[in-house]
DNA sequence: AACTATACGGAGGGCTCCTCCGGTTATGCA
DNA sequence: TGCATAACCGGAGGAGCCCTCCGTATAGTT
């Protein structure tokens, strides 16, 4: 009772997981991503399992919580839209890429509201996944917004905290499913201003 | 089938419900209230017919739905903040029955945040009782700041508009429940922003 | 090929939702 | 006051979801 278990995690660290639980558990995130945006938040566990052709324990075992299920789509969005950061600009023009890489933040905006509603009675667990989930986000938006900038495509004048603001604003307003249509647009109009916008007055 | 019925909602207008009916609706509304402030808006109905003495099936004649019932809270909170503005002056110096009403006003976040976490599905139904809602708690509002800014107790230059928002961000910021003593220190906070706040400058 | 740590699947208990209908009560009328 | 009946009550019950537990199957190792 005086003297605390060592934690055993030291051995092995943390072993690479076998490639049938791997294969499951990318099959889970991939089907409640999905999932999460067609049918909310609140899906049932069980309808995610039968879509990935797993059984419920499978599901349980890898994601405890509905929360860890959540996170893990969240975290797997920010990802995505970091390396997009990098690669879009490879393949298209610098204001072309970032006006893609906008309308990729809104896409997951289903999961991100899920969150915050889910978020509301954990709060200070795992709340700096969210800080640094800002900080990519920041410096995602501002390298695509610095290059488009020194290419004369937009405005300089703008910080990439507005632009995640207005876009996570997008996010929150646009709620019911069949509004995509209607965030895509927003988050154009969002781009021309940034692109056509006076420079200076508020 | 080509002429459908009329329906029959003339004769009698709405009768104006029987008494014990009338007195279980208003034992689960005043039940309701508390459960959803102190268990949150997932409480089990069935907890909530318990806690009233009903049978869940009288429940659900009264609000076939859970949104129905967590509106019905609502309305009545909305009508408990409106009778309040009126009569705190009467009983309360400006200021005093100022601060009062904040305070009731937070109180029943609880149940605005369920409803806003509801109605992420409902969205256009209904829409107008916030528009109402609005409304009448600016009045509110309105009606106290300036009794109390004509007494000169409180700075003139501020908005009934930019209190609501305040208050309503200290609802949604305070979300644990046992963060309600913290609430209440925000709202005393931002009475006496104020009261003592500068007149000028942002 | 044999062995074992890992992982899988799904049955099952518990809980909540919501409906449905036989029994009960309040209210209007004689 | 007493009766008829419309209005209301209550809770049993089917269905779905949550989550756990454990016997079975499989990947990785020697």
Redesign the pocket.
Known sequence: MTIPAVTPTSPAAV?P?????QR?RDKLIEVATTAFTDLGVDV????IARRA??????L???F???EALVLAVYRKQIEGLETAARELPLTHGPSDALRLWMRGFVEYGAVKRGLVVLLKSMMDTETNLFVDARAILLDSAGSLMTKAAEAGEIRPDFQPGDVIRALGGICMATDRPDAGASAIALVDLVFDGLRYGAPARS
Do not use: F, K
């Not at 997981?17 to 639980?21: Q, S, V």
């Not at 052709?53 to 499978?58: A, H």
């Open positions: 072993r997981l076998r490639a049938d639980a499951n049932a566990l069980e309808e052709d797993v059984g419920i324990g499978t349980y075992r890898h405890p919580t509905r």
